[in-house]
């Protein structure tokens, strides 16, 4: 990538990344609090069967919303030499004006359902770390222990979730191809939804390439997801909150 796109290759798509990642990123973990809450007066008090539900909950609310900004950064991180787009300006106006509004919720669907299952793992394996290694270890809350719960965490949700985050972002930055029957000519695309985007993976390339990038995937969500527990935790202490439970 560096040989053929030159170094800057690495940052494609960094201010669609970071606007998704404050919007996203803020809304699903406000949203996880809660709905856990509300799962909890309603009378659930099983914490990991909680932790699955609102996860599910949390992840699938912040990518619906955040959805365009999604597009745009999957668009412009796939472009190559000869690029469609100039900024996230230029990409966000000419996809509206090229495919209208719904060229921006393209995938909106594989999104939720990516976004619900990656958070669903995150939260409850993250949790169920964290209460694990204190449980054993006697020891109170600290980022040490924080870390070592993001390490498990981070590793079974990129395990977990990876194949749908390979659907999500064919099916997200699909090009319309040019169809023609015998009396009219139609725009289709390569998958028609994320059972078939699976399906036709599978078929075509075998089932490791539902796992392609999974390696620097790992690495970018364990990076992420570090920082991001021990950030919260620490937000959360310093606010006068209880600590993730």
Not at 210 to 217: D, S
Not at 218 to 230: A, W
């Amino acid at each position: 990538m560096i040989k053929t796109e030159g170094i800057t290759s690495g940052w494609k798509g960094l201010s669609p990344a970071l606007i998704r990642s404050f919007t996203y990123s803020s809304l699903r973990l406000s949203s996880f609090d809660f709905f856990k809450q509300m799962l909890e007066k309603g009378g659930l008090i099983n914490n990991f069967i909680n932790s699955i539900i609102s996860g599910a909950g949390a992840g699938a609310f912040a990518s619906l919303v955040a959805n365009p900004v999604e597009v745009i950064k999957v668009r412009m991180q796939a472009d190559k030499i000869t690029r469609r787009y100039t900024g996230f300006l230029n990409a966000f106006f000419t996809i509206t004006k090229e495919e209208r509004l719904g060229g921006l919720c393209k995938g909106v669907v594989p999104h939720m359902q990516r976004s619900a299952i990656w958070a669903m793992i995150q939260f409850s394996t993250y949790t169920e770390s964290k209460n694990f290694i204190l449980k054993y270890i006697k020891n109170k809350e600290s980022i040490l222990v924080h870390f070592s719960a993001s390490l498990i965490c981070c590793f079974c949700t990129c395990m977990g979730a990876h194949p749908w985050d390979v659907v999500k972002s064919r099916l997200m930055n699909q090009n319309s191809i040019l169809k023609k029957g015998a009396s009219s000519t139609q725009n289709v695309y390569i998958y028609k939804s994320t059972f078939d985007c699976f399906l036709k993976t599978f078929q075509k390339e075998g089932f490791l390439a539902l796992y392609k990038g999974v390696i620097p995937n790992y690495m970018r969500s364990t990076v992420h997801g570090t920082l991001l527990f021990i950030i919260y935790e620490q937000t959360r202490k310093l606010f006068g909150l209880n600590y993730m439970k």
